[in-house]
């Protein structure tokens, strides 16, 4: 086959999915390795001369921002030919220099001379807003791909600031003036969504499925105490099921300065006096979601009629961000938005946000 017909063929075989070419896996070898990196999966195609993409494909160059591209075969072609069809054979080591320098300038040219692609015209979450320029916090829309949502645009609130930005916020507490008990709602309006995206509100379960079913996601949730103080607790890896399976939790692998309220296990058993009794393990991983007219805890009792939230509670629960908004010290037991690692439960949270951002996710 010659070079066309083979890098034709190459393209179909992996049915035109996305590429993320990463210069760091360019090595200086007798022949250029190139890794293509598609669904977790890397191919490592051998060869003299660079392959390029006749579809959108994903690069980074040298650290700088994430590039999408529509190359074009014909204006590249000649500066192939110039720069690589001639070159002395690879066995030649004293020229790994010279094909590696001939990556980099193709690559170059491809930022300089190709079109960007005009804004991944439907973003499906904050990241891909971020990638088509937009560096602002606020609210955009975008298309989350996912047959829930059936292609339908939802509006959401990105955090371009935090960390990199690119994150999409699936829930915000906060001193906005609303009754303490606002979050206090039935599985209907969990399910939906309720609240201002630009004050407090949570995204719906249905609308949180549908993000993090469609790529994988890590989840950070930034916490304010009442007196200013500022944590955050990162989770690499986060989604949920859906209604059928009760939006069931999955997250781990976590990092920050919180403390680990939401995967950790309990060590020892809590007591806890509302009930006077002792209550077993809290870990919110791999549980189903509550709410007060929809219990699918693993207590006795409603851990969201105890606790006045909806959440994935176990029995029950290290962390209640959607408990009543009681905002500093409080005499009742858990029922705030407490996040047991930091504050206990005797304190209640100033404000909180959890936002999802792809894991994958490159700062530039």
Not at 23 to 36: E, Q, V, Y
Not at 206 to 227: C, E, G, K, P
Request: contains cysteine.
């Amino acid at each position: 086959l010659s070079f066309t017909e083979e890098f034709v063929k190459f393209c179909t075989a992996i049915n035109e999915e996305e590429i993320d070419l990463n210069l760091s896996k360019i090595r200086k070898t007798r022949c250029l390795n190139i890794h293509f990196v598609i669904n977790d999966f890397i191919k490592k195609y051998k060869k003299n001369m660079l392959l390029y993409e006749l579809f959108r494909m994903t690069y980074y160059l040298l650290g700088e921002r994430m590039i999408y591209l529509y190359l074009s075969l014909l204006l590249f072609s000649a500066a192939f030919s110039e720069t690589l069809n001639g070159a002395p054979k690879c066995d030649e080591s004293d020229r790994s220099s010279t094909y590696l320098d001939s990556a980099l300038d193709m690559l170059t040219k491809a930022k300089l001379h190709s079109h960007p692609c005009s804004e991944a015209p439907r973003p499906m979450d904050c990241a891909e807003v971020l990638s088509n320029g937009y560096n602002k916090s606020g609210v955009y829309t975008i298309w989350p791909r996912n047959r829930v949502t059936e292609d339908r645009q939802l509006e959401v609130y990105c955090d371009m600031e935090t960390d990199g930005g690119g994150w999409t916020v699936l829930q915000r507490r906060g001193n906005f003036s609303r009754p303490n008990d606002y979050f206090y709602q039935n599985w209907e309006s969990y399910k939906r969504g309720f609240g201002d995206i630009q004050k407090d509100f949570w995204l719906g379960n249905d609308n949180i499925f549908a993000l993090t079913n469609q790529r994988t996601y890590s989840i950070r949730f930034d916490l304010v105490s009442v007196q200013g103080e500022e944590r955050y607790a990162l989770y690499d890896k986060f989604w949920i099921d859906g209604e059928d399976y009760k939006y069931t939790l999955h997250i781990k692998d976590y990092s920050g300065n919180a403390g680990d309220s939401m995967s950790a296990p309990r060590s020892e058993p809590i007591y806890n006096p509302l009930f006077l009794r002792i209550e077993g393990i809290a870990s919110h991983d791999k549980q189903m979601f509550s709410t007060k007219d929809d219990d699918n805890d693993n207590s006795n009792q409603s851990c969201a009629d105890m606790y006045k939230g909806g959440w994935w509670y176990n029995s029950c629960h290290a962390a209640n961000l959607n408990g009543l908004y009681l905002r500093g010290r409080h005499e009742s037991y858990a029922n705030g938005v407490n996040w047991k690692s930091w504050k206990g439960y005797h304190e209640s949270l100033d404000s909180t946000e959890m936002k999802i951002r792809p894991k994958n996710f490159r700062k530039f």
